[in-house]
C-alpha cells in the first residue's frame, strides 16, 4: 500500500480532509479529530480503539503494533508494506466509526 492509496482511502471516508499534524501528513474527520497520521514513510499510525487496536495486532502480528502516547493506548502503528489495501481500508473505516461525529454516522447509515 502506497501513500497515495492510503490518502485516496482515507479520503473515501465522509467529512475526512486532510491536514499537517505537527509537520506529519494526517487526516482528521468533521475537522478536529485525527483519524491517522503518517509519522515516517511507510507507516501509518491509526486511532482505532482498544479492542480494535488488538484484533489488528492478532490479525497481522509483525505488521501492526500498539501504538502508546504515554501510558494510553492510541490506536495501532501499521506497516504499509505488509499490509493489503483491505487492510488499510479496514482500519480506517474502524477509526473513521470511533471518531466521527453522530451527524456523519448517520448520514453514511
Known amino acids: 500500500m502506497d ?5 485516496g482511502l482515507a479520503s473515501s471516508l465522509p467529512g475526512v480532509t486532510g491536514a499537517d499534524h505537527h509537520g506529519r ?9 485525527v483519524l491517522a497520521t503518517v509519522p515516517e514513510p511507510g507507516v501509518l499510525n491509526v486511532m482505532v480503539g482498544e479492542a ?3 484484533a489488528a495486532v492478532q490479525r497481522h502480528p509483525g505488521a501492526v503494533e500498539l501504538l502508546w502516547w ?3 493506548l492510541s490506536g495501532v502503528r501499521a506497516v504499509l508494506a505488509d499490509l493489503s489495501e483491505d487492510d488499510v481500508r479496514a482500519l480506517l473505516e474502524d477509526a473513521w466509526t470511533r471518531r466521527a461525529p453522530a451527524a456523519l454516522q448517520r448520514r453514511r447509515g
Open 3 to 7: 501513500p497515495a492509496g492510503v490518502a
Open 25 to 33: 501528513v494526517s487526516w482528521r474527520v468533521g475537522g478536529t479529530p
Open 52 to 54: 480494535d487496536a488488538h
Open 70 to 72: 504515554g501510558t494510553t
